[in-house]
């Protein structure tokens, strides 16, 4: 329906991996990026991974009576054509329009995607049948639960298109990074930028603390004034990455 679903490479994957979210909203705010946090996406169950992969996106628009019925899910296009289109590794992003008395996906089509190797579920929305999805043990990060069927509140329209999630504009093959705070977007076109800039980031935090740790007072540490700023430079002289 939309552009081919790309993938990451393992290096890409791996350096992600090691960056909170946290560090992300930082650099890319620096980069003049301010909405990038996808609100509303908290983690369904405590302890899952941080999760890094493409967005494959699918977009709801508001229920309308002739077409979200349950007829519609045996529609070419539906959630279930969806993910079927899913490759491996991907991240499904649903703009869900915050609605959260419907359930838009529940434990069958989770399994599905599971067994299809989709590495994790973004929505601005809800699930339905949560004992479930949890036994599916697919990664999810939305606003909680609702026992009714999305076609109660929602009309599916598309996939691999541009949406709205929680507020952010998310395009597909754009990077999406989930942890215990949530997920945020980096552009596509933006990612070398931002993976070497939180490389760093990370660093100079990693250092700043073992100087908090330490007893030094945060005025001038946090951000480093020109004399922190160059014993920070020593120091990652003195102890390469």
């Known amino acids: 329906m939309g552009p081919e679903p790309l993938s990451l490479a393992p290096a890409v994957i791996r350096a992600l991996s090691g960056i909170a ?46 077409l979200a019925t349950p007829a519609s899910w ?68 939305c606003q909680g639960t609702a ?23 998310v395009f597909p093959n754009d990077v999406i990074v989930v942890d215990a705070d949530g997920a945020v977007l980096i552009p596509a076109a933006l990612l070398d930028d931002v993976i070497t800039a939180s490389v760093e980031q990370e660093r100079l935090e990693g250092w700043i603390m073992g100087q908090v740790e330490a007893g030094v007072p945060l005025p001038g540490l946090y951000p480093p004034n020109p004399e922190n700023a160059a014993r920070y430079r020593a120091w990652a002289e003195a102890n390469p990455a």
């Open 147 to 169: 026992a009714p069927a999305s076609v109660t509140g929602l009309t599916f329209v598309g996939w691999q298109e541009p949406i709205a999630c929680g507020g952010v504009a």
């Open 21 to 66: 979210t946290a560090t992300l909203t930082t650099v890319l705010l620096k980069k003049g990026l301010r909405n990038v946090w996808l609100r509303g996406t908290r983690p369904l169950a405590p302890g899952q991974p941080r999760v890094v992969g493409r967005a494959f996106t699918l977009r709801f628009v508001p229920a309308r009576e002739d």
């Open 74 to 141: 045996a529609a070419p296009i539906s959630t279930r054509a969806a993910i079927e289109a899913m490759p491996a590794g991907c991240i499904a992003v649903v703009g869900a329009i915050g609605v959260t008395d419907a359930g838009i996906f529940g434990d069958i089509l989770c399994a599905r995607m599971k067994m299809r190797g989709v590495a994790g579920l973004v929505s601005d929305g809800v699930v339905r049948d949560l004992a479930g999805v949890l036994g599916t043990g697919l990664p999810v990060w």
